[in-house]
């Protein structure tokens, strides 16, 4: 099947390859070196993907088994020679289950969930959790609140940098079903306010602090409202394990998943389940991105809890 970016990649880590190591080997050795380079690499794949414990050494090749990505186990095959410093010569992916040629594909047939983080940014866990998602091909909505973003613009800009979706949680965690519509006006505008100076742009969606709304609320919002299916309860266990637990033992196909990216065993939590997440075949995106790959459109006035195929 054709490929163009990935193709496209495989060619630029040539390049690299050919650059300064080719240079090197170049006059004794002539297109010699590089063949041996290439055979040696597919062949050490090879054999870290028969290996029991997903890696392989020999020589100056070392491959290794190092992430579970999108539908696919990721396998990076490293070489290292007298003259060069390790460098990577090609990252391989073998799809297991899906029929998709590229991690950051999206099969609109296979399992997806949205991870979604409320109260933050933090300027450590955020990060610590933005880190995993990137390295696994995925993407979650932080709802942030206002007074968080006023302090933490970088966290912000790495929040947009990294593909994932920012929501509104009002300024200061306001219940906005017991205040008058001017107020509610403002506890909104100023959290767009602060995302706007650090992305250029507004907010996508709208999570009411404590999940609470009513119809006049949800008439007089500009943006559609999203709560959640899968309840971690992060914030009463602390506790990384039960959080994991929390998701993996109930996670199904079209959950919106709750948590709150201020706790440090929150983003341990996350640490931890991406992975397994990604192993059992689960593409993990924002809500947003969710809603377009299952063909549903999110209307303003309404509210969504989840995507369940047979469900709206
Ligand atoms: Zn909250």
Same mark, same amino acid.
């Given at each position: 099947m054709m490929n163009t970016p990935r193709i496209q990649r495989i060619k630029e880590k040539c390049k690299g390859l050919f650059g300064p190591s080719y240079q090197k080997h170049r006059s004794d050795s002539g297109l010699l070196y590089p063949g041996f380079v290439i055979t040696v690499t597919l062949l050490s794949i090879f054999l870290a993907q028969a290996s029991p414990n997903a890696r392989w050494n020999g020589w100056d090749f070392h491959a290794e088994r190092n992430a579970t990505v999108n539908k696919a186990i990721q396998y990076t095959a490293q070489y290292k020679t007298p003259l060069t410093e /390790? @460098?990577?010569l090609l990252t391989h992916y073998r799809f297991e #289950?899906? @029929?998709? /040629?590229?991690? =950051?594909? +999206? =099969? +609109?047939?296979a399992p997806m969930i949205a991870l979604t983080f409320d109260d933050g940014p933090n300027p450590s866990n955020t990060a610590r959790i933005l880190d995993v998602l990137s390295a696994n091909y995925s993407h979650a909505t932080f709802f942030v609140v206002g007074t968080n973003a006023e302090q933490y613009q970088d966290t912000l800009k790495a929040i947009s940098a990294a593909g994932c979706e920012i929501g509104n949680h009002t300024y200061n965690h306001?219940?906005?079903? /017991?205040? #008058?519509a001017d107020e509610v006006a403002e506890q909104l505008e100023k959290v767009n306010r602060a995302v706007k100076k650090a992305t250029g742009e507004s907010t996508t969606v709208i999570r009411p602090p404590y999940g609470a709304y009513d119809e006049d609320l949800l008439a007089q919002l500009d943006a559609p409202v999203v709560l959640w299916d899968?309840?971690?309860e992060d914030w009463s266990s602390r506790d990384a394990q039960k959080v994991v637990e929390a998701v993996l033992t109930k996670v199904k196909d079209g959950d919106i998943v709750l948590m709150h990216d201020i706790y440090e065993s929150t983003a341990e939590a996350v640490e931890i389940m991406v992975p397994k997440l990604k192993e059992q075949g689960f593409q993990i995106m924002s809500v947003s991105e969710m809603a377009e790959y299952k063909g549903k459109s999110l209307e303003l006035g309404k509210a969504y809890g989840g995507f369940e195929s047979s469900a709206q």
């Open positions: /390790t @460098g990577e #289950s899906f @029929g998709a /040629t590229d991690p =950051d594909e +999206v =099969d +609109v047939n306001a219940n906005l079903t /017991t205040i #008058s899968l309840d971690t």
